[in-house]
């Protein structure tokens, strides 16, 4: 049995995920929606995905010259999920349409708490998930933090984490944000949200975090000083990150990635699409542990981090697999991701 | 008395030193020293300082069609102190040159700490240099760190600081530097630099700090996690900062100030010379307490925050001034410096 899968959004992150469900052998993608006719439609025709558009806005996209396949209503009666990548805010509003027709719903971190169940990461909390009628995966930057906390969490237990968010001030697509040479405060009131949001998933949990927005559009780097329940050594620490999934391990000295830049770089060697690394990545030179203190850097690339997660959120709403490590593995063998070393 | 004061290296930090020289009443202006005929040399004649060269630099600034007053050891003989602002590490191949004239020194944060009998920041260890034959005045980074520990320490006393310095990549005037669109880890190895260049002053303080470089040339930014020894309401720590010297309040909700690029304005629309903010500002919105922690947001304009305490080194070598309080209230009266809140 193959799950019907509609994507109503198409920019950033919609794309990407009808990209990864046409990967997936348990998954059918029916179709994408977009509002506006713009480049990013062309490419979704080109790429020969059935394209609908809300009723209103079929006169637009004729006048466009883009042949679309029918209306936002047709798309999700034939869906059993829909994944909503509309801009932030704006899947709340499409929530009762998606009730109408009975579609389970996958919404993005752009979305407040309440708008799904319960907020999601299949390596924190897939099991609690299965089923629901609709969950929120979390946002880029939450991805990047529970994923490197579950990880160490399971292994040897999480007190306390305190967290510096270095965000991207814009995606490379965007070209009517900024900051353009500033460091911006974001927000000045601390904590920032990112903590609040972990504990969306991880309710128990002492964070707190502070972000600035800085000028690059490639990817955002945490500094994270996580209290651990015991002393640990760093090899143990490297030991667990090694082997967890969707967490590759940067070496600077190794390979001469210190940047943002060379990382990006490097996925483009590597033939990456669209130089997409959804995968955390960790720079082993960083890993410190000090006491009960492990210290680090890490990049998350915001456009793609939260793909993965999309697709296990699909599974886990429409219980095709009930084990967080097998659709993990079925995900990542799909999608290409790696895990350990980067070389 | 006057105390004669020589500064060689003309750059950044040399310029503004001079400056401030200039509008002290117990200093007097020797002249200032550069080896390149560049359009900074120009701006030390235009401003009337006497400027003298190495003698085997002579010839290349005659060519320029520059006028000189004499070479660099004829400055030299001339001075009491001399404040080394050339270009990091250069200074400790210039240091047998200025033992070799007996003048006093006072070096910058670019050489390592054993070129001088002590590291100095007026707030932190001021009667403890005094009279000393060389002094090392920290970097930026570093004295935005001092001047917000020892005012807090002094209060509530201070276990341990987790620092994270996100810094601007290069100064306004560089062009030859990056990022220009990634953040680096700056280093990848932990800690940074900075926290033991703060032990150089404060050798009992458990510090470490973690650092990345982006694109922006304005000022840097600190993130503090300061563990206290005892619990502080954020009032009592406001109650501090507003009286602390050299340190200014922003208030981002209620200025409109949020990010570097916003106090860089304000500071033009105050009509600083050059723009320059020495004063280390502080974000009131980010302030927060939470048990025996303090978290806050700072921000360090890099070429000119070292200047006042320059000006203290000056007098702690020369003994000019016994009282740190008396010479911090002297040298922030000529230079114009602020405290409290900004607005």
Known sequence: MRVRVAINGFGTIG???ADAVSLQDDMELIGVSKTRPNYEALAAVRRGYPLYVPADRLEVFEEAGIRVAG?????LSKADVVVDATPGGVG???????????VKMVFQGGEKAHVAEASFNTLCNYEETLGKQSLRVVSCNTTGLLRIICSIHKAFGVKAVRAVIVRRGADPKENKRGPINSIVLNPPRLPSHHGEDVKTVLPWLDIMTAAVAVPTTLMHVHFLNVKLEKRVSREDVLGVLENSPR????????TGIQSTAELVEYARDLGRARYDLPELVLWEDSITVAGNELLLFQAVHQESIVVPENIDAIRAVAKLETDPAKTIEKTDKALGLRRGWLS
Chains 1, 2 share one sequence.
């Open 15 to 17: 794309k990407r995920i």
């Open 71 to 75: 209306t936002l209503d047709e798309m």
């Open 92 to 102: 709340a509003k499409y929530k009762p349409v998606y009730e109408e027709h009975g």
């Open 247 to 254: 967490i590759v391990i940067a070496s600077a000295s190794g």
